[in-house]
């Protein structure tokens, strides 16, 4: 069977990760394991997590006239995404991730954006027929506000669904026009909270509630380890996550979203979050971002193994 199409408009990132006994406090020097190089960003890393899960998928991005550029550029291309969207910055460098790990899994992050942050609308514009021809358009908010709105503009004029995940947490409110043309929000509960304006501790099944009254179609909270909380109108359910040992949890979350893309595109949304939840805790148990993101025969055998449990 055809996988659905997926448009993915975001960043891409080369992460540059060291795994160590523990986070670091402010002013202490760590001695950690080797460092690790691989492919990251929100954007790609959503791109290759729904390409695995059985999307075609096309990414729509910038990137730098350099090695990491190049380097990250080929490697969507490995995995069949078709990059005809990606355009090339040739004065800033291709964005850069610094990451350490602990041995729990928790990890603290720091990004250099470069090319990410010059997406305009009207690279976005350039590409939008990739947009059009896709059943799903996903997108973060690790690129200019303008891009995310002009690629949610042309999918919601050409009657394409539209995920966002608002991540990083905005700084501001998100803008009423992108929320309206959004037809499924996938924040986490720092980013709920900061898009609601509420306490980071509120009820979960609350604030999935005050999402999906804004969003088109539900809201999606995800819950971590505890799994994730789906509100479609009134109605709300949870999700259970299975139960693993994380490794590393960098890109967990963006992993969730492509999974969930490509199950919302295959006409699933009610099995959506449980296979979208099975695929970041595989993610979880590797190192690494784009590394660690499963196929799709590693997570139809970890749902059917839940769903017979």
């Known amino acids: 069977m055809q996988g659905p199409c997926i ?6 990132n080369t992460d540059l990760t060291i795994i160590t006994e523990h986070l670091p406090v402010p002013g202490e020097t760590i001695l950690g394991g080797e460092l690790l190089q691989a492919g990251g960003g929100k954007g790609a890393n959503q791109a290759v997590a729904a390409a695995r899960a059985g999307a075609r998928v096309a990414f729509i991005g910038k990137i730098g006239d350099d090695d990491f550029g190049r380097g990250a550029l080929e490697a969507l291309r490995r995995e069949g995404i078709n990059t005809d969207g990606v355009a090339v910055d040739e ?7 610094l990451i350490v790990v602990g041995k729990d899994g928790e990890n603290m992050i720091a990004v250099a954006p470069g090319a990410n942050g010059r997406l305009s609308a009207g690279d976005v514009e350039a590409a939008g027929d990739l947009i059009r021809k896709a059943d799903l358009l996903l997108l973060q908010l690790e690129i200019p506000l303008e891009a ?8 919601h004029d050409a009657g394409v669904a539209v995920l966002l995940n608002p991540a990083p947490a905005p700084p501001d409110p998100l803008p009423d026009e992108l929320v309206r043309m959004t037809d499924y929000i996938t924040p986490n509960a720092v980013e709920a909270a900061g898009i609601l304006g509420a306490p980071v501790d509120s009820e979960p099944d609350e604030m999935a509630q005050r999402l999906a009254r804004a ?5 999606v909270l995800t819950l971590g380890p505890e799994g994730a909380c789906i509100c479609e109108g009134a109605a709300c359910r949870r999700i259970a996550a299975p ?12 992993c969730f979203c492509g999974a969930l893309a490509v199950a919302l ?3 699933r949304p009610f099995e959506a979050a449980r296979f979208a939840a099975c695929a970041a805790a595989l993610c979880v148990q590797k190192a690494g971002a ?10 139809d055998a970890l749902l ?3 769903n017979s449990t």
């Open 148 to 155: 995310v709105q002009s690629a949610a503009r042309v999918a």
């Open 243 to 254: 139960k693993v040992r994380a490794v590393d949890t960098t890109a967990a979350g963006d």
């Open 215 to 219: 969003a088109a179609r539900a809201a």
């Open 7 to 12: 448009a993915v408009v975001g960043s891409s």
């Open 304 to 306: 059917e193994k839940q």
């Open 290 to 299: 784009q590394p660690s993101l499963p196929h799709r025969a590693e997570i």
């Open 91 to 97: 004065q800033l460098a291709s964005g850069v991730a």
């Open 265 to 267: 595109g295959e006409g």
